[in-house]
């Protein structure tokens, strides 16, 4: 079955960074599309980065863009988040997703989140 394990989550000041991984398996990685999405407390839920079968970023949230970087790596079935800059507004919990061949919106599998905590 389709298993998506975050990681990487943690405590940080504001200013500072974090990278999450996000393992996968339980299907042929290469041919979806993968995304990242966060539950804040203020914002709800919001769809923070999604990325394409060869790598190429198809999306980054108004509030990430120029600070996050989204990244895959299909031989090793693990699709990166590396956060820069981080403000107390990137709190939140990070899911990893599973999309389909051409969305990452067409969400059919999450993972249980890796926690990211900005404060001073």
């Known amino acids: 079955q389709v298993q998506l394990v975050e990681s990487g989550g943690d405590w940080a000041q504001p200013g500072g960074s974090l990278r999450l991984s996000c393992a996968a398996s339980?299907?042929?990685?290469?041919?979806?599309?993968m995304a990242w999405a966060r539950q804040g407390l203020e914002n709800g839920l919001e769809w923070v980065s999604g990325?394409?079968?060869?790598?190429?970023?198809?999306y980054y949230g108004d509030s990430v863009k120029g600070r996050f970087t989204i990244s895959r790596d299909n031989v090793k079935n693990t699709v990166f988040l590396e956060m820069n800059n981080l403000k107390p507004e990137d709190t939140g919990l990070y899911y990893c997703?599973?999309?389909?061949?051409?969305?990452?919106?067409?969400?059919?599998?999450w993972g249980r989140g890796t926690q990211v905590t900005v404060s001073s």
């Open positions: 997703v599973k999309g389909n061949k051409w969305n990452f919106k067409e969400a059919d599998s």
């Open positions: 339980g299907f042929t990685f290469r041919n979806f599309q």
């Open positions: 990325i394409d079968l060869g790598g190429n970023p198809v």
